[in-house]
């Protein structure tokens, strides 16, 4: 009788031992894992702070003005240049 109790208990014991290295090895797994993210979503934060960096130089009035005249052959709107439109002339 205390054979088989022993060795029930040795089972037991041999399955928790099993289920505690698996334990550790899923743990040791998702920790890896997050630590992947994690250095994703940092590399992902210097791209999006490079990108607002981008897009806010882009966006400036001066360069915008430099393409247009280079690109575009566009001159600075001057009074000589525009022309008013009146009601009577308009008809």
Not at 35 to 60: M, V, Y
Request: positive net charge; charged residues 20%.
């Amino acid at each position: 009788m205390s054979g088989k109790i022993n060795l029930v208990l040795t089972v037991l014991l041999v399955g928790c031992g099993l289920s505690l290295v698996n334990a550790q090895y899923q743990a040791r797994r998702l920790f890896i894992e997050l630590e992947r993210t994690q250095a994703q979503a940092r590399q992902l934060d210097i791209e999006w702070a490079q990108l607002q960096l981008d897009q806010s130089t882009l966006g400036k009035h001066a360069r915008i003005e430099e393409i247009a005249r280079r690109d575009l052959n566009m001159t600075q709107l001057t009074a000589a240049r525009t022309q008013y439109l009146t009601p009577e002339h308009a008809k």
